[in-house]
């Protein structure tokens, strides 16, 4: 006989009932209740440590949680385009310290807000949608944490049938110095929309700063979504996030992350194909070098029959780089006529650099076709060779060769100026030697 | 008068589930340390092997059992099994008892000297007892060494002493440190400088008494040019409790040394609803410990009703070699984690893995398998594909590779694919006449086909028979 | 400038077995030679060596071009001196996009390190017109699902934009059907109005009858056996490759 024993609550250093108290204020109790859950749900779960499966080539410990205090609720304010390309999307949305900011005069039928001006102009959908049926298997202690400490809050909706041309952009800047950002984003597609959102994180200098994102993606019949996530935090910041999608019948959803910044970046993107016809696309990019840590992590759900998904993540490590990709393929019973697929390619590039890779198969399905690779090694030294007799020299070659390696995932990426940025910045990290 | 009989309904497809009626020695069930002292006495064995079993046990007593594996299976009492039964030895003059003879003749086994037509030496471990090894004259002339672990253990401690837990310390996992406290007996195979076996040598393990474990370790090595091919099979009787099986296996080859090391273990799987079977949690590792040097695991698995096993190669020496080429059947409630590891430490070291995996009814078979690229193995090469099958749609197949690279100028490439039996292939075999389930059979040969032609070969004709035989009832 | 290609006594190995065991070869400006020889020669062995393969080791003799020293130079080295390799095989390089990869090498090539642009796009445009290949393929992956003649093509297309001195074709014209063999030898011709001189390594004497060579060499066992004109041709297809053997040790023993 086993008794129970209540397991006492355990919080990350940094967000404990005091910091918790001092978070919750002047919302929508349709907030607070969340939050509230939220948090208790988070204090239950034990804290990851490296024995943990999912932590063994991430120690939590690389997180050093007591060094962030969370920084106060953001405030919503109007928005002027003023960046380079801000003129080539619908909607630009910037967060910075300070401020939501948001552009004028949205389109027809997207609504974009903060999620507190949401809960009181569309408590109908932050019923149905937030911290719903997108979310993930209990226990993921990350995801409750941004759960109940969220301080960035954004709520995208786009209208049946809406089509938008150019997207959204959505901006953050960080400044502040030993801040927890806690960015939380809910999207949902109504039947038939299309439209891309853009998510870029930039910090420029060298401030040390955690970000906890999570977010929820919805795509009803019909809908095409497309979310990139473009990752370039200065080199101090540590970085969680926790994506999880839910398509239904006929729609289309593309994840694609691009993980190029920061210092520790811990990744899960999940995706639930969830009707039939419904189909994902998962890409991802990573460059590890000096000593970044990457580790991410794939779900491909697939719970009804005739789904479809495709994942395609490919990293590189340089210098003394470290990266990790984890996958898996899920078919749950009855699923058949399932088709999925992960490829994972990696380059090590150096001495000292080191990629791990995890692809996995769960199947419990009949008639289906699943399947995954794998790849490890430097560049191949007959198409280095190859380019050399053409007069291009070694070092053009690698690059030329490395970004031809990362291209079919940067061809997932609208608007041309962000693909210009991408190869910018892989040549960049090629250019830099570690000393 | 003792009886041989397949006298259970759960065996109906299980050729080999029959028991032997036969006196047994045993020793009282449960596990502490004065039955590993009584193993040892009934063993006569030296003070530095009990000290080892000792040892091995107090450092078990602070394990915990593993949990990561995709099993399913309630948990077992440690004190609910007997450590070692022996058949009672035969009068004096006989060579082996001949009722022993009769069920090792019905199994296939052949364990009088005028049966050495078949060119394979074996050695034959009757529930925790080794019960005789042939061919011992021809091997002698040559050098080697083949005989039961007891043996060894009196006759050549300094070899065993050098060589026992090498590759697998008794430290190494839950099931390696109980194996090293209360292990019974098993094979030893030496083979010496330059030396090339000239038969094939094989151990035949056979699970007997009720509610026995059967704990064996086997230690082959390979010295400087010397070469051995090494046959494993393993049969228990169909009964309806669960017994356990935790043997350990260590393959050492020195410079240029090869050893081919193949198995089909057929242990009781359990009737339809899950009911009795073998766990087998097995640890087999091999050690390339000198250059160009080679270790290739073959296996075959379509008995016991969960399998946790991981025949694995260090490839120290540069440019050694290792393989692994592996068929996991699982039917009606199996449950199989099986897999590889290739741990890549010398320069242009090189290996293959190649797995088919084919599920049937209500089972679970999964594969795992590591790969992992030391900073030191500059070009090492590593190949893997892992190939599963579904036949029917409440089984499960996984596959859990794990890659770790920490190499620049290494090559890493792996593949797996999961699928059904092919409905198109089933068709065109039926349109030209053939029936339904042979058409699966065929099917399910030609998808394990490249594994079963690295088996030395009476072996591989053996095993596709073993693999038609569980296939029957498991499709349409 | 004299681009002279002199092959002088050379030994090459792979993995320490030799292939190349003292091979003599001069082609001056302007000339065309043909290479021929059975399977295992050592034909593909001596066009790798020639624009330095990192898998081959000189063991014996040297290689110059206009009075350079070739081995000690980098493959990149030898393509800026003017030498150009139509590979067997090319290899595809996924993701590396045609026309960019062209023009990073026209740059490379180029005694100023840059091309012009508009120029560069316009030749380019010209050039595969010229050899009859869709526009399209400008943007895609390099070689990257291409059929074995369209690799070939590109092949063509690369050395028209980079206009060596001297190339060299191995195998080209291996399984070519005969209007792509007619486009590959239209490229080639193109380049003859300009200073050129090539070696054509083959099995066939089809194309040699586009190309017109004035020098044939026979390879067999990693040695030139036998040198001669446009008439060596018609022998070796009327006799084989036995007769050579022994035209071979007759032209020594009169040698002696």
Known sequence: ??????????????????????????????????????????????????????????????????????????????????????????????????????????PAGVTVCSLNDAATSHPELMEGYFMGAASPEEGRKFLELNNAFWNAGLFIHVARGVVLEKGILIHYDVEAEHAALLPRLLVIGEEQSQFSIIEDYQSSHETPFL????????????????????????????????????????????????????????????????????????????????KQHFDQKTLQLHAAPDTFSKMLYKGAAKDKGYSVYQGIIQATHGSIGVDAYQTNNNLILDKGARADSLPGLIINADELACSHGATMGNLDPEQLHYLRTRGIDEVEARKILVLGFFEEVVQRVPHAPIQERLHDMIERKLGDTDE | MAKLETDSKLVQDYAFGFTTEIEDDQIPMGLNEDIIRMISDKKNEPDWMRAFRLKAFRHWLTMTEPKWAFLDYPEIDFQDICYYSAPRKPGEGDDVDPELARTFERLGIPMNERDRLSGVAVDVVFDSVSVGTTHQELLEEKGIIFCSFSEAIQEHPDLVQQYMGMVVPYKDNYYAALNAAVFTDGSFCFIPKGVKCPVELSTYFRINAEN???????????????????????????????????????????????????????????????????????????????????????????????????????????????????????????????????????????????????SAGKSDNSYRGLVQILPSADHAKNYSACDSMLVGPDCSANTFPYIESENDTAVVAHEATTSSISEDQLFYLRSRGISEEDAASLVVKGFCKEVFKKLPMEFSVEAVKLLELKLEGSIG | MNKELIICDLHVSIDGSPILKGVNLDIKPGEVHALMGPNGSGKST???????????????????????????????????????LAFQYPVAIPGVNVSKFLKSAADAIHPDGKVNATDFLKDLRANMAYLEMDAAFANRGLNEGFSGGEKKRMEILQMLTLKPHLAIMDETDSGLDIDALRVVSKGVNKLMDEPFSLLVITHYERILEYLKPKFLHILMDGRVVLSGGPELVKQLEEKGYDWVKEAAAKQQSAAV
Not at chain 1, 255 to 269: E, F
Request: negative net charge; aromatic residues 10%; hydrophobic residues 35%.
């Open chain 1, 1 to 106: 006989m086993s008794s129970t024993v209540m397991t006492p609550p355990q919080f990350l250093a940094g967000f404990d009932e005091a910091a918790f108290d001092a978070c919750a204020s002047g919302e929508a109790s349709f907030i607070c209740t969340r939050r509230e859950k939220a948090f208790n749900d988070y204090g239950m779960i034990p804290n990851p440590t490296s024995r943990d499966e999912e932590y063994r080539r991430t120690d939590p410990m690389l997180f050093r949680m007591g060094r962030y205090a969370r920084m106060p609720t953001i405030a919503t304010g109007r928005l002027q385009k003023t960046r380079r390309w801000d003129e080539a999307f619908d909607v630009v949305v910037s967060i910075t310290d300070h401020r939501l900011g948001l552009s004028e005069d949205l």
């Open chain 1, 211 to 290: 970000c906890c994102s999570a977010r929820e993606f919805y795509a009803h019949a019909g809908a095409q979504v497309k979310l990139v996530t473009l990752q370039e935090w200065g080199p101090s910041v540590v970085h969680i996030a926790e994506d999880w999608a839910r398509v239904d019948r006929d729609a289309m959803v593309d994840l694609v992350s691009l993980s190029l910044g920061g210092k520790t970046s811990k990744m899960t993107v999940g995706c639930t194909v969830c009707e039939p016809q419904a189909n994902a696309y998962l890409g991802g990019l990573y460059f590890a070098n000096d």
């Open chain 2, 212 to 358: 026995t474990g059967q704990f064996e370790r086997t230690l082959v090595i390979c010295e400087e040019d010397a070469y051995c091919s090494y046959i494993e099979g393993c049969t228990a009787p169909a009964r309806d409790t669960n017994q356990l099986h935790a043997a350990v296996v260590e393959l050492v080859t020195l410079d240029r040394a090869e050893i081919k090391y193949s198995t089909v273990q057929n242990w009781f799987a359990g009737d339809e609803e899950g009911k009795g079977g073998i766990y087998n949690f097995v640890t087999k590792r091999g050690l390339c410990r000198g250059a160009h040097s080679k270790i290739s695991w073959t296996q075959v698995e379509v008995g016991s009703a969960i399998t946790w096993k991981y025949p694995s190669c260090i490839l120290e020496g540069d440019h050694s070699t290792g393989e692994f080429y592996s068929v996991a059947f699982t039917n009606n409630r199996m449950q199989a984690d099986t897999g590889t590891k290739m741990i890549h430490v010398g320069k242009n070291t090189s290996s293959t893995i190649i797995s088919k995996g084919i």
């Open chain 3, 46 to 84: 001596l066009s790798s060596v020639l624009m330095g393969h990192p898998a081959y080791e000189v063991t014996k003799g040297s290689i110059t071009f206009g009075g350079e020293d070739l081995l000690d130079l980098a493959p990149e080295e030898r393509a800026r001196l003017g030498m150009f």
